[in-house]
């Protein structure tokens, strides 16, 4: 089993729907989580950190859930710009900050 | 401002040659990280460092070879035993904290002619 599994998609959806994904890990003491976005041929960019209340960023929400050991990203009111690779990326409690990325989930956001 | 780079964007690399591409940062980091990602996949790790003059191997070091002499760098030679070094490179750099995730480089794009 992968450390953290995604859905690598593609998820094609009309401007404006709601899209989300969701991310597995495998580490129960996994203890920092993120999102990134990687547009075609560039580098990976920080879209979020996930805290465990969840947390909101206009249009983006990414949720914990411990319990079950996925976190979730919703992209409310998708935008053409939105189109990308979204890459789960999750940390351990201790080992300095070594993260574990997932494989991404591709959106395409159509007009 | 403080970031990240890498150079250069693109290096082309005859068969058994060596080639070193550059990764240089100013922010002040404890560690960095080289990665590459092959198309359509995702990123897998070759070298780590914490720290200076202390590096680790990642998941997929063979062939590759890293240095820290200084903290802001952390240059990657791709040697001639690496078979198959067509790839996207990628740098990345931390606090070392795990509340913070990496700052990337743009990357450097290498092909075998």
């Known amino acids: 089993r992968k450390e953290v599994e995604q859905d690598p998609g593609p998820f094609n959806v009309p401007e404006g729907a709601t899209v989300a994904f969701n991310c597995t890990y495998s580490n129960s003491a996994s203890q920092s989580f993120f999102w990134y976005r990687q547009d075609c041929r560039k580098e990976p960019k920080l879209l979020m950190s996930?805290?465990?209340s969840g947390n909101e960023d206009g249009r983006f929400t990414a949720q914990l859930n411990r319990a079950s050991q996925y976190i979730s990203l919703l992209i409310r009111d998708s935008k053409l710009s939105d189109s990308a690779t979204y890459l789960c990326v999750v940390g351990p409690y201790n080992a300095g900050n070594m993260l574990t990325f997932g494989g991404g989930t591709r959106l395409m956001v159509k007009p | 401002d403080g970031g990240i780079t890498q150079s250069p964007k693109y290096l082309f690399r005859k068969e058994g040659q060596n080639v070193t591409l550059s990764c240089e940062q100013n922010l002040n980091h404890d560690a960095m990280y080289w990665y590459r990602q092959d198309p359509g996949q995702g990123l897998r790790l070759i070298y780590y460092s914490q720290i200076v003059n202390d590096f680790q191997k990642g998941d997929i070091a063979e062939g590759y070879s890293v240095s820290r002499e200084k903290k802001e760098s952390f240059p990657l030679t791709v040697t001639s035993a690496q078979k198959n070094p067509t790839a996207f490179y990628l740098c990345a750099s931390s606090m070392g904290n795990r509340r913070y995730g990496y700052t990337f480089g743009s990357g450097t794009r290498l092909t075998v002619v």
């Open positions: 996930v805290y465990s």
